[in-house]
């Protein structure tokens, strides 16, 4: 896949995405990277880069639920030998819930009655359950540890919450799994984005090398305004990158 070819295309899919009010198909994405030979995990990670955007996709839902079940299982990685003692060796450490007769359904009740005594059951309660959600969603991009910290301060801010008013079970297993989403995809679009930079810099140091092969005297002839017009790139990334690389001068 050729990285300039790729960013200029998400860059329109971004522009086309605006004209047509934040809103596209799923089926319209493919066909637009259709030739590029992008892969599924590939497609799904521009997929997770336009909802960063703002960009709501339709047709996703529209796939049968047992379809959607299967991607989601391929999706889990499995934990490490150390990845699963650390999450044995945390839910150890948790408190036990304080002892209460109530049920889920009477502790909500409560919370939105102002009892902050079911707010601490609660949050007790539900702290294993972010944790289980969490290994359930575990992959390559986040370590599990960060990703159930995430998931604990989706419980804590989310019975803190105002709105809405009747909270329930399902309300807070689903702020916890959005909470946990959101950072996979924002340590996912770290990442890229780290990987796109490293690229860059093997590409600006390669050509600097190869020009500098081919004629032993044009090694400091090349201005960063001529890199720029070679490589195709910017001055002011070729200057953040040869600053990052401590070669400025």
């Known amino acids: 896949m050729n990285v300039q070819e790729f960013q200029a295309k ?5 522009k086309l995405a605006e004209e047509k009010g934040n809103q596209l198909d799923a089926a319209e994405i493919r066909e637009f990277f259709k030739g590029m030979d ?8 521009v997929v997770q880069y336009l909802k960063m955007k703002g960009v709501a996709i339709q047709g996703i839902e529209a796939a049968a639920p047992a379809e959607e079940e299967a991607e989601e299982e391929e999706k889990t990685v499995p934990l490490t030998p ?14 036990a819930a304080p ?12 919370l939105k009655n102002g009892d902050v005594s079911a707010q601490a059951e609660l949050v007790a309660r539900y ?30 801010t989310a019975l803190d ?8 079970d399902a309300w807070l297993r689903l702020e916890i799994r959005k909470g946990i989403t959101q950072a996979i995809d924002e340590e996912t679009q770290s990442k890229y984005a780290d990987e796109q930079l490293v690229e860059k810099v093997q590409k600006l140091e390669n050509a600097i090398k190869e020009l500098s092969e081919d004629d032993e005297s044009t090694e400091s002839a090349f201005s960063i305004n001529e890199l720029a017009i070679i490589l195709d790139m910017e001055i ?12 400025e001068n």
């Open 127 to 156: 702290l294993p359950v972010a944790a289980e959600m969490a290994v359930a969603m575990n992959c390559e991009e986040i370590y599990i540890a960060d990703l159930i910290q995430e998931a604990n301060i989706c419980v804590l």
């Open 82 to 95: 150390e990845e699963a003692e650390y999450v044995k060796g945390y839910l150890d450490t948790l408190p």
């Open 38 to 45: 992008l892969d599924q995990s590939q497609l799904l990670k």
């Open 161 to 168: 919450q105002e709105e809405p008013a009747a909270k329930s």
């Open 236 to 247: 002011d990334e070729i200057k953040d990158i040869l600053r990052l690389t401590g070669d």
């Open 99 to 110: 002892v209460s007769e109530k049920s889920v359904e009477e502790l909500f009740s409560a």
């Open 10 to 14: 998400l860059g329109e899919i971004c």
